[in-house]
């Protein structure tokens, strides 16, 4: 007879494959039981660590608390108060639910529970090594749990031999911390290292007032808003960094659906894109706030319950995109009027009243697909003679914003340095005193002092002088004009080929490139199915020149099979237009009178995105007296 080879694991070792999958680091550690005092009700909970969490690790809340009965149960896997029958995992309300946590750290680590409810004369003390129970008694305690594990993964060498570093275990229990003091803020938080204090957050009253306490007064002051914005079923809010303020190239970007940190490719997708014309492959500061019904969003996606999944996931991204583009067009950052800083982060801001919330407005039939950028260069667009003339045509009021001037025998300068220029108003615009005088924007009441180099305009605002470079404002003003009736010029005619490409693709591409033939139709392909998974693309979109067909029309399928949604054509288009408002605009070495100059800046006060051009470059930068000052080696100066 053959001897048998397949047998039943031990359960200690089951215990501990298990763990493997919940229990990366002391940091999940730290989540899976934050979570759980969290859905106990606790608002202090305090985390300890010793030797980045090896030696020890304890968590303590002041939540309802455990009977001795749940508290002995609560170690066994899959034993848990949050869910009791199959239909529970279509609407989960709750941080924790698949009961796996308590039961995975006890199957690696030396694992002390002290738990008592509120109203109890006695509490109760377990102990558990490996799995076993080794103690197990009545005890004193305050309300609530504590939680403490020892020795961290001894039983599992080669989970120990692959943790990092001290400082960088502790730097990713700090980040965990961090997080969800951001999502609860009405939490106390305090977190200690070897002894020492490394964060105490105190309960806050607003997410603005934790922001302050979590990211510091420096960056706290960059930071606005989200506009409030309710597409469909999803509802976005939080807070964003103004996009000339980034500390790093990777960012700060902390991302909850329902109070639930998650990691996902669709929100992060959208944030990407919604910024995708400031940071030039650096990270903004966004925290986001995402709240959809449950039954909308499945958190049974991993163990470690980072990753979800989304019903409409492309409704999830426009809500994103919209909610931080609306909020960047505002452009806060900059002053409406001298003297007066932009209100940073006001009380009110994060939950407006009802009839504060931002209209739904929709994207492009034809581009209501966003993400990735399919061609980063804008050198890379070929603008067609017909398309342009479409869009020129189309902007009856897009005329030259100032006349060639006529040589000067010396470069114009104003004769009273520092003194405010009378608005003059463009050829094309007609106001009457009294709006002249009215309320103006942030650029409109700069003091003009010169051009330099017949391309930068200098400034004062107060004590600080404005640098602005007139061809990337110009580009900016010309660009979101464009933009405007793009869509109704752009994608409503193909071109055809005289020789029609052939497109093989694999069965699953085929397959997609059938399912979205109205998404290809409606942007100005024609694709013809071949059979045997080719296809023959015989006209393509009228504004596209140059172009890989084949490799865009692929790189869109595997974007639709992987998100369900494809950008490749909404970037070509914004490069397009961004080459176009390029053309169109004042050049650098062009003489600008005080009128035209002028003209300009309300024209920059009127436009969104002020603070760049469509390729990114700044608009203007701002050197302060206290630069001055220091550049001089002067040690202060009276205002």
Known sequence: MSEQVIHVLPK?????????EVLERASSAVKELVENALDAGADEIEIELEEAGRKR???????CGMSPEDAKVSILRHATSKIHRSEDLASISTMGFRGEALASMAAVS?????????GDALGTYLHVEGSEVTEFRETAAPAGTQIVLEDLFFNTPARLKFLKTAATEMRRVYEVVESFALACHEVRWKLT??????????KHRTLGDRALAVFGRTLYEHLYPITYTILGDVTVDGLYCAPDFVQSSAGRIYTFVNRRIVRDKTINGAISQAYKEF???????????????LDLVDVNVHPTKHEIRFQSPD????????ALRQSLEKTPWIRSERGEESASLPESAFRPPEDNLSRD???SDSFAYQGRRASSEVGECVVSRETERKVSEALSFFDELVAPPEAPSRPEVLTSVGTQVPLALGPSVVRDASEASGSRGYFSNLTYIGQYALTYLICADGDNLVLIDQHAAHERINYERLKKVA????????QGLLFPLLLSLDGRLSDLLVEYQDFFEKIGFQIDDLGNHTHAIRAVPESLVNYDYQAIVRDALLDLGESGRATQFEDIRDNILATMACHKSIRAGQKLSPSEVAELFRLMDETGFRSNCPHGRPVHFVITRAELEKRFLRTGFVK
């Open 193 to 202: 290292f070897d002894g020492r204090v490394k964060c105490e957050f105190p």
């Open 12 to 20: 200690a070792l089951c215990d501990q494959l298990a763990a493997g």
């Open 361 to 363: 407005y929709g994207l």
């Open 57 to 63: 690790l304890c968590v303590c809340d002041n939540g």
């Open 487 to 494: 869509d109704d010029v752009l994608p409503v005619s193909s």
């Open 315 to 322: 409704v999830v991204f426009r809500a994103v995109y919209r």
């Open 279 to 293: 940071l030039h492959g650096r990270q903004p500061c966004v925290v986001l706030f995402l709240t959809i019904p």
């Open 110 to 118: 030396r694992l002390s529970l002290t738990t008592q409810r509120r």
